[in-house]
């Protein structure tokens, strides 16, 4: 295994990607390096990178130093516990080599922390077989992903929905054209738009929405970060999809994701709050779905399961962390 440094890993990334897409059983978006770089950069570019290549594929991993859990090996993103650190077109040989690597003694380390690890994953087996009877193992927090099937168009998409949900969306179109709210959709940026002019108008609709008051939007600190790092790079492989509503010329809902694998997976959305009586919010994911339908996108990954998402998805997708420690 040849280790990397960051500029090297992103010089890779191209190369990263192809790896991610071989891989079967993870979330492929969030292993990929749409999401690790910027993750890294934005939450974790204190602690030092330990990323390798190697014949089989990449792992990438970094180290952090606690006073109680001593010297512990993460995933680049550890704050979602999405990404798979172990990607390749032959996961069984990757994980095996990677086993024996982190088994070698001259190696530091008091804790593994693998996230984004299917249970029914060659990953899985073979770190259990590789790290059992000779380290502690346990499992950490599980991760489960609302999916949709785009499968057949927006129609068939909606004949999956519930009637009393379909209803809802009816008469948010409705409303909407009624009162002349405007779709604007964004298949293609270039970099500087992405990172500024994009980025920069759903930051002014996110200071108008719930999630300013409450502290949980992309206005301040490292998630801003996260997304300035993130949305060139979509950009840069017409990866990036947005789509705004306006209402006599100012944006009172947006709706941003990333393509990847014939997959698109949905980033944040989030609407003016003076606006809410319009449902904004399933609007804009309607009309976000007529357009990745069009395009013949075949999935819609609506990120972290939450109640409002079971409505949206049809699949819940469950990854898990693998934690590993020195007797």
């Known amino acids: 295994m040849r280790e990397l440094t960051l500029e090297q890993l992103d010089d890779r990334a191209t190369r990263l990607d192809q790896a991610v897409c071989a891989t079967p059983d993870i979330d492929r978006f969030c292993s990929s390096s749409f999401w690790v770089l910027p993750a890294w950069r934005a939450f974790l570019s204190d602690h030092r990178l330990w990323c390798h290549q190697c014949e089989y594929g990449f792992v990438t991993l970094g180290v952090g130093n606690d006073r109680s859990l001593g010297t512990y090996i993460h995933p680049m993103e550890a704050s979602w516990a999405l990404a798979s650190p172990l990607v390749g077109p032959d996961p069984a040989a990757l994980t095996r080599q990677f086993v024996e690597k982190c088994r070698n003694t001259s190696l530091q380390w008091d804790i593994l922390f693998l996230s984004g690890i299917s249970p029914d994953s060659i990953q899985f087996h073979e770190l259990i077989r590789g790290f059992r009877g000779h380290y502690s193992l346990g499992l950490g927090p599980s991760s489960v992903r609302r999916v949709a099937s785009l499968e057949g168009g927006c129609e068939e998409f909606l004949s999956r929905r519930s009637s009393s949900?379909?209803?809802?969306?009816?008469?948010?179109?409705?409303?909407?054209?009624?009162?002349?709210?405007?779709?604007?959709?964004?298949?293609?940026?270039?970099?500087?738009?992405?990172?500024?002019?994009?980025?920069?108008?759903?930051?002014?609709?996110e200071h108008n929405s719930w999630k300013a008051e409450a502290d949980t939007g992309i206005i301040d600190g490292p998630m801003k970060v996260f997304y300035r790092e993130m949305l060139p790079r979509l950009a840069?492989?017409?990866?990036?999809?947005?789509?705004?509503?306006?209402?006599?010329?100012?944006?009172?809902?947006?709706?941003?994701?990333?393509?990847?694998?014939?997959?698109?997976?949905?980033?944040?959305?989030?609407?003016?709050?003076?606006?809410?009586?319009?449902?904004?919010?399933?609007?804009?994911?309607?009309?976000?779905?007529e357009r990745l339908c069009e395009e013949g996108i075949e999935h819609y990954d609506l990120g972290s399961d939450m109640e409002y998402k079971k409505r949206w998805g049809e699949e819940g997708?469950?990854?898990?962390?693998?934690?590993?420690?020195?007797?």
């Not at 997708?317 to 007797?327: K, M, Q, S, Y």
């Open 165 to 205: 949900f379909r209803s809802n969306l009816r008469r948010a179109r409705r409303q909407g054209e009624q009162k002349g709210i405007e779709v604007d959709y964004i298949d293609k940026a270039d970099v500087q738009q992405a990172s500024t002019e994009l980025f920069d108008r759903a930051l002014a609709v």
């Open 317 to 327: 997708i469950e990854t898990l962390a693998v934690i590993v420690r020195r007797i």
């Open 236 to 289: 840069e492989r017409d990866a990036l999809r947005f789509l705004f509503l306006t209402y006599q010329g100012e944006d009172i809902a947006y709706c941003f994701g990333g393509v990847f694998d014939n997959k698109f997976r949905g980033l944040q959305m989030s609407y003016h709050d003076d606006y809410s009586d319009h449902s904004p919010g399933n609007l804009a994911q309607l009309h976000m779905i």
